[in-house]
C-alpha cells in the first residue's frame, strides 16, 4: 500500500509536465510556427530588396515602375520569385508615387516592423511603398498624407 501512495505524485508531476509543455507550444507556436516565421522573413528580405529597387530605379528614371529589372544606373538583380513556393511576387504601381509589393505571408508576425514605418503601409499581405523620385536622382521618402 506505502508504494502505490508513492505512485501517484510521480502521475501528478508528469500529467503537470504534459500540460505545460502543451501550454507552451500553444503559446510559442512550437517548431512549425518558427520555420514559418524564418520563411516570411526571407520574403520579406526579398520585397525589401524590390523596394529598394523600385527606389532606385525611381530616382534614375524619375518614374515609379513595375518592372524591377538590373540597368546600369540600378545594377542590383533583386530575387522576384518565391524561393519556397515558386511562385512570383506581385508588383503592381498603385499610382505616381506608390508600389504594391505582394507575396504569400505564412503569418501576421511580418507586418508589425512595417507598421512603423511612415513609408510603407501594410495591405494584406501586400506593402505599399510611397517612393517620390527627387531632383537630381535622388530618392525622397514620403509620409502617406
Known sequence: ????????????????????????????GGPMQGRAERRDEVRIADL???????????AATGTVTADLRATPACPDAPRATDPFTDRPYRIEVVDAENLRLCAAFETQSWRE???RRPDVRAD??????RIVAGQGGEEQ?????
Open 113 to 115: 516592423p512595417h507598421l
Open 1 to 28: 500500500m506505502a508504494r502505490r501512495r508513492q505512485g501517484w505524485p510521480v502521475w501528478a508531476i508528469a500529467v503537470l509536465a504534459v500540460v505545460l509543455i502543451g501550454v507552451a507550444l500553444t503559446q510559442t
Open 124 to 129: 494584406g499581405d501586400c506593402l505599399i511603398h
Open 48 to 58: 525589401n530588396a524590390l523596394m529598394a529597387q523600385a527606389g532606385c530605379r525611381a
Open 141 to 145: 521618402i514620403g509620409e502617406f498624407d
